[in-house]
């Protein structure tokens, strides 16, 4: 049974970049979330997706962040043109329906020099 | 606005020692309440969901429990290998996303 994937687990990237990070969630879930995780601060929600829509993006930041959740393959956070604010870790979450327990993946930890 | 706060936000146990955790939240129309524990370097893993007040459920030293504004999970006779950061969080309303406290990063010693 296996659990939520992330990949890559680390990423550095240099302001200007992009960054594309990627979620496989368990099988038999069809509801992904994504999450980020910033040095001291909590876990904020970003955005949350089903097979090839998004239900919920109240968390994204406006401009540079898009998330994607295609028919066939994982679903992608993509950051363009990342700044050093951008560093943090991201974490994809997923449930077999709503309302469900959400399962967290491993991370993606990002650094932005 | 839906808020989640931990107490304490740091605890240091004697292995043995048991205490609790405390997770209170001022949200309306709660639908869940979820603890994770959460290691170093490490995603969130999930420990438990509860639902309604008056609700409880224990797995191993572990017990968590949910009134109408604050839940706490008790933990007895911790082990070092109870060390941790433990998350709470809240599922409200019509919608999917969890609002997370900044959790209680929890040591035990020997």
């Known amino acids: 049974n296996a659990g939520v994937m992330q990949n890559p687990r680390h990423l550095v990237r240099r302001r200007g970049q992009e960054a594309r990070l990627r979620c496989s969630p368990m099988?038999?879930?069809?509801?992904v979330y994504w999450y980020r995780q910033l040095p001291e601060e909590g876990l904020k929600f970003m955005v949350y997706l089903q097979k090839e829509n998004i239900i919920d993006e109240s968390g994204m930041p406006k401009e540079r962040f898009s998330a994607e959740f295609p028919k066939e393959g994982p679903s992608i956070l993509r950051i363009q043109q990342v700044v050093r604010g951008d560093s943090a870790a991201y974490f994809c979450?997923?449930?077999?329906?709503?309302?469900?327990?959400?399962?967290f993946g491993p991370g993606t930890r990002l650094t932005v020099l | 606005e839906d808020q989640v706060t931990q107490s304490p936000e740091a605890l240091r146990l004697q292995e043995g020692e048991s205490s609790s955790l405390n997770c209170s939240y001022t949200?309306?129309?709660?639908?869940?309440l979820f603890w994770y524990r959460q290691d170093p370097g490490k995603g969130p893993e999930f420990l438990f969901t509860l639902y309604s007040a008056g609700e409880e459920k224990e797995k191993e030293r572990l017990k968590a429990t949910l009134t109408k504004k604050e839940s706490f999970l008790h933990i007895t006779a911790p082990k070092p290998e109870d060390s941790a950061t433990y998350l709470c969080?809240?599922?409200?309303?019509?919608?999917?996303?969890?609002?997370f406290g900044t959790g209680t990063q929890l040591k035990v010693e020997l």
């Open positions: 099988k038999g879930h069809s509801h």
């Open positions: 979450a997923s449930s077999p329906g709503t309302a469900d327990t959400q399962y």
């Open positions: 969080a809240s599922l409200v309303g019509g919608g999917n996303k969890l609002t």
């Open positions: 949200v309306s129309g709660l639908r869940g």
